[in-house]
C-alpha cells in the first residue's frame, strides 16, 4: 500500500462547477498537507497548505483535512478552464523537508 | 531571481550511456531535492541534501544513480549505464529553512529523459 493515495483521473468538468479533489494517508506523523498544481509540461506549484486537522480558504479553493479518518481533500469553487491542471497532495511530516506526493488528480475544465 | 534552474531541459540517449542531470537551486536555499516523475508511479523523491549533504537517498532506485552537490548553487544526478525505464521527467527542487513550520519547495522546469 502506498502511503499517500490518489486517485488519478482525468476528471472533466464544465466551467462553474465545484470540483473535489481528494487523498488518503496512511502515516499518522504527516503534520502538514501540502497541494500543489503541476500545469502541463511545468514544475509542480505550491497552491495552498494546512497544518493538522481543520480547513483553510484561499479564494475558490478550500483545503480540508481529517486526520481522524487520514483523509485529505481540496475543493474548488466557480471552476475556471484556468484551473486544469493536476492537483498533487503532498502531506509531510514537518518541517517541509520530505514530501511524499500522490500520483496526482488531472483536472480538466471546460468551457 | 530566475528560480530552479534545471539543465538540460531534454535529453534523448541510447541504453548504456552515461547521462547527467543538472540543477541550480535557488540563491540562499539550503535543501536541494531530486524527484522522479513518470505516469505509472507519479513523483518520486530520489534524494535530497541539506547544505551540501546528501540527508536522504532512500529513494534512490539502485547504483545506477549518483547524485552529488559540490557547492550551494549546483548539483548533478547521475545515471551510468541508463536504461530505457529510467525514461522519467527528473525535477529538482530548492527550499529554505525559514521561520515558518512550513517551507515550500520550489520546482525547476524538469529535465525530460528518454533513453532508448
Known amino acids: 500500500q502506498k502511503e499517500v493515495e490518489q486517485d488519478p483521473g482525468p476528471l472533466s468538468v464544465p466551467e462553474g462547477a465545484i470540483v473535489s479533489l481528494n487523498c488518503t494517508y496512511s502515516?499518522?506523523?504527516?503534520?502538514?498537507f501540502m497541494w500543489y498544481r503541476q500545469y502541463s509540461r511545468k514544475g509542480p506549484e505550491l497552491l495552498m497548505y494546512t497544518y493538522s486537522s481543520g480547513n483553510k480558504e484561499d479564494g475558490r479553493f478550500t483545503a480540508q483535512v481529517d486526520k481522524s479518518s487520514k483523509y485529505i481533500s481540496l475543493f474548488i469553487r466557480d471552476s475556471q478552464p484556468s484551473d486544469s491542471a493536476t492537483y498533487l497532495c503532498a502531506p509531510s511530516t514537518g518541517g517541509g523537508n520530505k514530501l511524499t506526493f500522490g500520483t496526482g488528480t488531472q483536472l480538466k475544465v471546460e468551457l | 531571481d530566475a528560480g530552479v534552474i534545471q539543465s538540460p531541459r531534454h535529453e534523448v540517449t541510447e541504453m548504456g550511456q552515461e547521462v547527467t542531470l543538472r540543477c541550480k537551486p535557488i540563491s540562499g536555499h539550503d535543501y536541494l531535492f531530486w524527484y522522479r516523475q513518470t505516469m505509472m508511479r507519479g513523483l518520486e523523491l530520489l534524494i535530497y541534501f541539506n547544505n551540501n549533504v546528501p540527508i536522504d537517498d532512500s529513494g534512490m532506485p539502485e547504483d545506477r544513480f549518483s547524485a552529488k552537490m559540490p557547492n550551494a548553487s549546483f548539483s548533478t544526478l547521475k545515471i551510468q549505464p541508463s536504461e530505457p525505464r529510467d525514461s522519467a521527467v527528473y525535477f529538482c527542487?530548492?527550499?529554505?529553512?525559514?521561520?515558518?513550520?512550513?517551507?515550500?519547495?520550489?520546482f525547476g522546469p524538469g529535465t525530460r529523459l528518454t533513453v532508448l
Open positions: 502515516n499518522s506523523a504527516f503534520q502538514y
Open positions: 527542487a530548492s527550499s529554505s529553512t525559514g521561520t515558518g513550520k512550513y517551507n515550500e519547495q520550489f
